[in-house]
Nanobody, 111 residues
Framework: QLQASGGGVVQTGGSLRLSCVASGSIFDSVRVPMAWYRQAPGKQRGLVASITDSGSTDYADSVKGRFTISRDGAKNTVSLQMNSLRPEDTAVYFC?????WGQGTQVTVSS
């Protein structure tokens, strides 16, 4: 299972750090690619950032230079550091590993 945390309310220009912990037999044995997605009201869920098992990263154009995805030492724990947040970053953020989705965490950026 995936457990996401770290959402909240922040003003424009602020920062938040999301964390996702993957647990279970397969996650405890091998490192897997993981990713963060987000879904704003009335919009489709889209990829925000991803990280491969070897640590290569990729980002949506809208967050490049502001967001950083990283592994936190443990085999399948990833974080998403979000800086210079904008109102358009407001969404529910989901982590994903293999075909499993986390429960989502709300990020609200006030103007």
């Amino acid at each position: 299972q995936l457990q996401a945390s770290g959402g909240g309310v922040v003003q424009t220009g602020g920062s938040l750090r999301l964390s996702c912990v993957a647990s279970g037999s397969i996650f405890d044995s091998v490192r897997v690619p993981m990713a963060w997605y987000r879904q704003a009201p009335g919009k489709q869920r889209g990829l925000v950032a991803s990280i491969t098992d070897s640590g290569s990263t990729d980002y949506a154009d809208s967050v490049k230079g502001r967001f950083t995805i990283s592994r936190d030492g443990a085999k399948n724990t990833v974080s998403l550091q979000m800086n210079s947040l904008r109102p358009e970053d407001t969404a529910v953020y989901f982590c994903k590993a293999l075909k499993i989705w986390g429960q989502g965490t709300q990020v609200t950026v006030s103007s």
